[in-house]
């Protein structure tokens, strides 16, 4: 029993504060807490339909097919706030699931900027003095729900930044 609760507590992980936040599910009434990712690299991305940056779909959707059984999370955050994303979740919601078959956790449409911002994000703001500047902001997450680092639009999910960032922490 003792060998149990040994290994129990090596392979269970907190729930940070950070990760500690409750998002509504995209197109939906549900509401899931990020906890649920605790022990898991999370890369969290501000996503939006309708910009230059947008392709990045397809790649973040090939990095988290490739290591999503490793523990990695992609979470994507549909935002408004630099005015190119749908006014409807549903054709956020359908638009993602048609053009980039995406399939990795998508949260509903929320402010990540400002005094506005959503309680997440503003979390993700103060571990890491960095705010979203445009639509595909990133910022990694390691498996003690702690921010790593914050990555620009124009670092692609694919980049070999990005990726060995994430390769270190998995």
Same mark, same amino acid.
């Given at each position: 029993?003792?060998?149990?609760?040994?290994?129990?507590?090596?392979?269970?992980?907190?729930? $940070?504060?950070?990760?500690? &936040?409750?998002?509504?599910?995209?197109? &939906?009434?549900?509401?899931?807490?990020?906890?649920? =990712?605790?022990?898991? *690299?999370?890369?969290?991305?501000?996503?939006?339909?309708?910009?230059? =940056?947008?392709?990045?779909?397809?790649?973040?959707?090939?990095? =988290?097919? #490739? =290591? #999503?059984?490793?523990?990695?999370?992609?979470?994507?955050?549909? $935002?408004?706030?630099?005015?190119?994303?749908? &006014?409807?979740?549903?054709?956020?919601?359908?638009?993602?699931?048609?053009?980039?078959? *995406?399939?990795?956790?998508?949260?509903?449409?929320?402010?990540?900027?400002?005094?506005?911002?959503?309680?997440?994000?503003?979390?993700?703001?103060?571990?890491?003095?960095?705010?979203?500047?445009?639509?595909?902001? #990133?910022?990694?997450?390691?498996?003690?729900?702690?921010?790593?680092?914050?990555?620009?639009?124009? *670092?692609?999910?694919?980049?070999?930044?990005?990726?060995?960032?994430?390769?270190?922490?998995?």
């Amino acid at each position: 029993f003792v060998l149990t609760l040994s290994i129990f507590s090596v392979t269970s992980f907190a729930c $940070s504060d950070i990760l500690n &936040s409750t998002l509504r599910v995209l197109d &939906s009434d549900d509401e899931q807490n990020l906890c649920e =990712y605790s022990g898991n *690299v999370v890369l969290v991305v501000n996503v939006a339909s309708r910009c230059g =940056y947008t392709p990045q779909y397809a790649a973040l959707q090939r990095i =988290y097919t #490739k =290591y #999503k059984d490793e523990g990695f999370m992609v979470i994507g955050i549909p $935002s408004r706030d630099f005015k190119q994303e749908f &006014s409807e979740e549903a054709k956020v919601a359908e638009f993602c699931s048609t053009e980039y078959g *995406v399939d990795f956790p998508m949260f509903a449409t929320a402010k990540v900027t400002g005094e506005n911002a959503h309680p997440f994000y503003k979390k993700l703001i103060a571990a890491s003095g960095k705010e979203p500047r445009w639509n595909f902001a #990133k910022y990694l997450i390691d498996r003690n729900g702690e921010v790593v680092d914050h990555y620009k639009s124009r *670092v692609t999910p694919e980049s070999e930044k990005l990726v060995s960032a994430i390769q270190s922490v998995l």
